[in-house]
Each structure stands twice: as C-alpha cells, then as structure tokens.
C-alpha cells in the first residue's frame, strides 16, 4: 500500500488560479520524492493538500489507505509532519517548547493549556534535538538561532510528531548553500535510519539529483516528468522549466547549461 | 524573450509620467474652514477667555495649600480605589482571554463563534462604566465591588478587540505551523497566539490597569467607594486644602504606574 495516494486531485483558488490540474501518483512508504518545478508550478499547494492546509476541490487524498477529509483532518495531520520554507517556529517560545508542539495532537488540550508535558514527552523533545544537533540550544528563544539552526528545530518539531510522513515545502530556499547541504543530507539520514517517508519541493536541480529516489516533475499544476534522477535529461529538464509561448527561450537554455 | 528583445525594448524618451495630483492644500484649507465654523456656529469668544483666565488664576490659587493632615486616611481610600481598578482588570483580562482568539478570524473555530464573540466584545465596550456602576450600585449596595464589575465588564470589551486585533496580525506561518502538527483550537491559541503577542497583550493591559485607576477615581462619585467620593465630599465642602491633597495623591499614584509599568514593558523586551 501506497504512504500516500494521490488520485485526479484538483486545486482552484477563489480568485480563479488554478493551481493544480489533476495530479496523479503514488508516494512508496519510505522513498525519497523529490517535486521539482518552477514558480507557480503548483508545488507547494500539492504539498500543503497532503497536510490538509488547503482543501482540493476535486479529486482526493489518501495517507496510508485513510481518505483525508474534514473529519479526520487532525488525527492525520499527526502523522504527517510538515516543514517550511520559512521555518514558521514561535519565535517568542523556547526551542524545546517548539519541538514539543509536535506533541500537541497526541495529548489533550487540558495539559497543554498549562504547558505541562508528560515526561516521556520530553523525552521524545530530547532525542529530535539531539538527532538535530542541538540539544546546547534546547532553552534559547527560536529567534536567536540562525536560518539553519531554526529549520534543524523545524525538522526537531517533526520527528517529535513521530510521523509516517514528512513533507517538506522548500526547506532550503532560504538557506545558504551549506546550510541547505546540511538539512537536505538530515532529511536523506531520516528517510535511510527512521523509514520516514521523505517528500520535499526544491527549486535546485543538482540537489535533486543528488538526494532523490525519483523526481516528480511539475509545470503549470501538471505533472510532466516521473522518473529516477538518473532519467533526469537535459531534454526533461526543458519540459519540466519550459515557460508557456516561449519557443526559443535563451534564459532557459543558460540556466539548464549549468544545471 | 532573448537578450536582443530587452535591448530593442528600450522607452524612445525618458521623460517621467505625469505626477500625481498633491491633495494636501485641499485638505489642510478644509481643516480650517471646518474649525472656523465650528468656533462660530458653537459662539466660542475669545474675550471671554482672556477676561476668565485671572478669574481661574484665582480659583486654582485657592489650592495652593494642600492638606495633608489626615494623609493615612487618604492613602487607604486611594488603596481602595486601586484594588477596585486591579480586580476591574483582573475580570477584564479573564474575559478578554477567553473571548478574544474567538473573536480572531484567523483563529475561530467556526463563523458563529467569530460573530456571538465580536458581538459581546461591542456590547459590553458600548456600555459606558459610569451607566454600569450605577446599575451596579442599585443591585449590590454602596462599595467597591459594584465599581470593580463596572470597571470589569466595559474593559473587558476592549481588551478583548485589543487582543483579537493582536491574534490577527499574528504571521499566518506561524498559526500553520502549529496547527499541522495537528493540534487543536486551544493549543493553537496557547502556542502560535498568545505567545507571539505577549509583549502586546501586556501593553494592552498595563494601559487598562492605568484607565481603571483614573475611572475608578471618578466612579466613587456614584457610590463606588474610594478615593473619589472622598474628593467629591471635599470639594462639595469648599475644602480646598484637602481636596488638593486628594489630587495630589491621586496624581501620584497614576505616575507610579506609569513608571511601572514602562519598566515592566522594558524587562519583557
């Protein structure tokens, strides 16, 4: 069974964007997928319909064999944890406080109210820090810490969720290239020791290649391209960032160059 | 497009558009015109100003010897008027916790809630204080409490927009990435809500405790015990002396807070 199945699924904003134009595939428990696309090709709303953030307006989602819907939208949510691009922490809250918000949706709203977790809570806090590499940091302010540091404790708030899942919506696209080195080569470690199936949006080509089991390729809320890196051609490529009624598009014929 | 197209896209002159109209003259000549008839049609004189200022010389001249003879009794019922401001607040910040993230769009768990919420929050801001301490004088007897409700039930309105304003502008990020971890409407509010707008939130309310000392001031006018219905006896006695003490004390006591609460908001950062 598939971890995430996603059949004809359609996404159109109230202002008329259709972002994405039935999209099909199949997501195997423990691979690395990585979505490649330009701008607007519609990979982060994919990715933020797999967590239920948006709603598709038609088509339909399941996470290991459960439709998504309105009712089970949280129990879900547990197990398919989420990444940004702009790391989204509570900035006024501590690290370690951070990461246990990835424990909310197992506990009740009682405790939680008071901020007082369990102790094996704090537990499961303790090893996604360590796991990250930043246990020293567990009692700073999340806006203390630098750009990488602060999406190591975005990828600490999901591994303490204990999910099946971790999508991950261009995590480096803020990051400087060793940073995004670092988190792309956290992410790949979780996928090879945890089992967690790892799918992540990225604007850069040679990452992709570098880390991926298969590259899902979009363009204009379509899939254009499905298939390991290494059937990734220069010929795919252009499909995958051609830009629509531009035939001989020198731009893109100079950044593939060196893609 | 190729380089060439860029370059043969060059503008053939390079002069500016035109500029957009300046409506400031407009509105700085309506302002006037607006304050003149206001001034007019009001029968505001001057004359009777500069004639009347030696005459208030006089009057204030006659507070020129506060009395501060009987200070511990004025230091008690000044005491009293900032426990009824302190529970007013206290009652004002319970509601408004509760209330205010179901009056936040971004964080109400449905329509119905948004709107009964926002609706309470007009109610209780559009009934004056003074109107409620006299209905809550009439049902509970002369003293503090019925102040402290008063003082309670018109702020809490306001605290409660105050802070659902707050939650409002909290980064949509933030609200996401709390809730995909899939928590729910209360751990929501108490991680990616209150902790981004805590440094508001207490400014919102250091500037409400301040509000309620002042009114709580006035409400001892209406039987609301304190400070105020002292200043009021005074000041119907012709005893000037005192009456000065009691503004004194008053006045001392709001820059105390003022000063506290400006290093409170300082140590939060």
Redesign the interface.
């Known amino acids: 069974m598939s971890a995430i199945s996603i059949q004809s699924v359609s996404k159109r904003f109230p202002n008329g964007c259709e972002a994405l134009m039935g999209i099909n595939a199949e997501i195997q428990p423990g691979s690395f997928t990585v979505v490649l696309g330009p701008s607007g090709a519609g990979k982060s709303t994919l990715l933020r319909v797999l967590?239920g953030?948006e709603a598709s307006t038609d088509g339909s989602v399941r996470i290991g064999g459960e439709t998504l819907g309105k009712g089970n939208l949280?129990?879900?949510?547990?197990s398919v944890?989420?990444v940004?691009q702009?790391?989204?922490?509570?900035?006024?809250?501590s690290v370690v406080?951070n990461v246990l918000?990835?424990r909310?949706?197992h506990r009740s709203?009682v405790g939680?109210?008071f901020?007082l977790f369990r102790t094996e809570d704090m537990e499961v806090a303790r090893q996604a820090l360590a796991r990250v590499g930043l246990t020293d940091k567990a009692w700073s302010r999340a806006d203390k810490l630098s750009g990488g540091q602060q999406q190591r404790v975005?990828i600490a708030?999901a591994l303490a969720?204990r999910p099946k899942v971790i999508l991950a919506d261009e995590p480096v696209a803020s990051l400087d290239p060793v940073a995004s080195e670092e988190i792309m080569a956290l992410l790949r470690e979780i996928r090879d020791r945890d089992g967690i199936t790892v799918v992540v949006n990225l604007h850069q080509v040679d990452l992709a290649r570098r880390f991926a089991d298969r590259i899902i390729g979009m363009n204009g809320g379509r899939v254009v391209f499905d298939g390991t890196p290494a059937e990734l051609s220069p010929q795919a490529l252009r499909t995958i960032y051609q830009r629509e009624g531009?035939e001989?598009?020198?731009?893109l014929d100079l950044a593939l160059a060196y893609a | 497009m190729n380089i060439h197209d860029l370059k043969s896209a060059r503008p053939p002159q390079l002069s500016l558009p035109p500029k957009p109209r300046n409506p400031m003259p407009v509105w700085v000549a309506t302002t006037l015109v607006t304050l003149w008839l206001i001034v007019w049609d009001l029968d505001i004189s001057f004359e009777a100003l500069v004639y009347g200022v030696a005459d208030m010389g006089e009057y204030f001249s006659r507070y020129g010897q506060p009395d501060f003879s009987d200070l511990s009794r004025y230091l008690e019922l000044m005491g009293i008027t900032l426990a009824t401001a302190l529970w007013g607040t206290a009652f004002a910040l319970l509601v408004a916790f509760f209330l205010a993230p179901l009056a936040a769009r971004n964080f109400a768990p449905n329509p119905v809630a948004y709107r009964v919420a926002r609706e309470i929050l007009n109610f209780m801001r559009a009934m004056p204080d003074l109107l409620l301490a006299l209905i809550f004088v009439a049902a509970l007897g002369l003293g503090p409490l019925p102040g402290a409700l008063a003082l309670g039930v018109h702020t809490a309105g306001f605290l409660g927009k105050f802070f659902a304003e707050s939650l409002e502008r909290v980064d949509q990020g933030v609200c996401e990435g709390v809730a995909a971890t899939g928590a729910n409407f209360p751990q929501r509010v108490m991680y990616a809500g209150w902790p981004s707008i805590l440094r508001e939130a207490l400014g919102y309310t250091l500037y409400i405790l301040d509000r309620n000392v002042r009114m709580a001031s006035v409400l001892g006018l209406v039987g609301a015990g304190g400070i105020g219905l002292a200043l009021h006896d005074t000041l119907r006695l012709f005893d000037y002396g005192q009456s000065a003490a009691l503004i004194l004390v008053i006045l001392a006591t709001i820059l105390i807070i003022d000063y506290a609460s400006a290093w409170l908001r300082g140590r939060l950062g």
């Open positions: 967590n953030l949280r129990k879900l949510r547990a944890a989420m940004f702009q790391f989204n922490l509570v900035d006024r809250l406080t918000t990835g909310l949706a709203w939680s109210l901020y975005g708030r969720q531009m001989h598009d020198n731009s």
